[in-house]
């Protein structure tokens, strides 16, 4: 099957584009989860609130995005167990469930799926599709991640939308805006070459 065939497939997302084998699917998941780890460590302390700014989220929804929903929940659900089992991987080299961030761990995990699957449908093929689906995942890493921040600090909601919230939604822009850019033009690209 030609690239191009591959890209006009309804239902493909960016790693469908390499050969269908369960090695690339598993490269893909572990790849995912050390893409997510790594970018966790990028992490800049926000004055007043217990969760930084990190790099974390962007890979979260960029894993989603670019291997599908299946895919994208296995490499979260990978970055989140071996972060629990005690390696260094979360923002700044923590680890753990008990932390007041966890809750945004669960949600990337939770986003990194309904954004694949939104992916499959098309959401990454076009600025504005990007654009929306970016925020879908966003809005799903903040309904688990608030809630959690307030079961694990005693933050009352407007305090926890303040500190879990409020700081991040100028970098969330700039994240989206770099998704899309990034994705739509790789499919661009891949059209350009079958």
Do not use: C
């Not at 962007?58 to 994208?72: D, E, H, I, K």
């Not at 939308?161 to 100028?170: K, N, Q, T, Y």
């Amino acid at each position: 099957m030609s690239t191009a065939a591959v890209t006009t497939r309804p239902g493909a997302v960016l790693a469908d584009l390499l050969p269908a084998t369960r090695v690339r699917d598993i490269a893909l998941v572990v790849g995912g989860a050390a893409l997510t780890g790594i970018a966790a460590q990028i992490a800049i302390p926000v004055p007043g609130s217990p969760v930084p700014v990190t790099g974390q989220t962007f890979a979260a929804l960029l894993v989603g995005t670019a291997f599908g929903a299946r895919r994208g929940f296995l490499s979260l659900a990978l970055y989140a167990l071996v972060g629990m089992a005690g390696a260094p991987v979360f923002q700044s080299g923590t680890s753990g469930a008990g932390g007041a961030s966890f809750g945004y761990v669960i949600g990337m995990l939770l986003a990194a799926t309904a954004v694949g699957a939104l992916a499959r449908r098309g959401g990454d093929r076009s600025v504005l599709r990007t654009a929306g689906t970016m925020v879908v995942g966003s809005a799903i890493i903040y309904a688990v991640g608030v809630p959690y921040l307030m079961a694990a600090t005693g933050m009352n909601l407007s305090a926890a939308l303040a500190a879990g919230v409020v700081p991040f939604l100028i970098g969330d822009a700039l994240k989206a805006a770099l998704a899309m850019g990034a994705l739509p033009t790789a499919w661009k690209l891949v059209g350009r070459k079958g």
